[in-house]
């Protein structure tokens, strides 16, 4: 469990139970509908989110505010299979309301505890969008470069076709 405050929101951080789901879905939806983000069909159903956000992963993990209000969720899982499994791949999303409040930088410090305690070495965004400049800027914050740029890998809805960066963090591990 991992917890944030001062001017942010109290954050409390545990594995998603399937009560959680509708909560999840309520925040997954309009950023996979929005489009800008996530290189999903904007039409996803519920079922497909759940399956790629919950069920296929290692873990998935939900920020629970001090009213027990789900404020954001994270996904953990190998990047690539077989010799590439020793790499994690997180995908984040954090409420429109818990936004500014801290909630993705909490989220982002556990994934990375959670990750070198599964024995994960380091850590990839393999899509992160140009034009997400907040995201871009957090994962700095958090230590991770930009390894490579994607020209005109993702077709923003507004912007047409925008740069992608793929990010890495090499994670401290007990030996």
Partial sequence: MSSASGNRAA????EVMDADWPAVWG???PVFRAGETYAVPPDICADEAR???VDVPTATFVAVGDEDDILGTYY????QAG?????????YVVSEAARGRGVASAMC???QREAAAR???GM???LVVSTNRGAVALWERHGFEIVGVLPGAFRHPHCGPVDAHVMFKTLRTEE
């Fill in 11 to 14: 954050v409390r951080i545990r």
């Fill in 27 to 29: 925040l997954l939806e």
């Fill in 51 to 53: 399956r790629v956000w």
């Fill in 76 to 79: 953990l899982k190998p990047n």
């Fill in 83 to 91: 010799p590439g499994d020793h790499v994690a791949n997180c995908g």
């Fill in 109 to 111: 410090e556990h994934s």
């Fill in 119 to 121: 024995g994960f070495r």
């Fill in 124 to 126: 990839q965004f393999n």
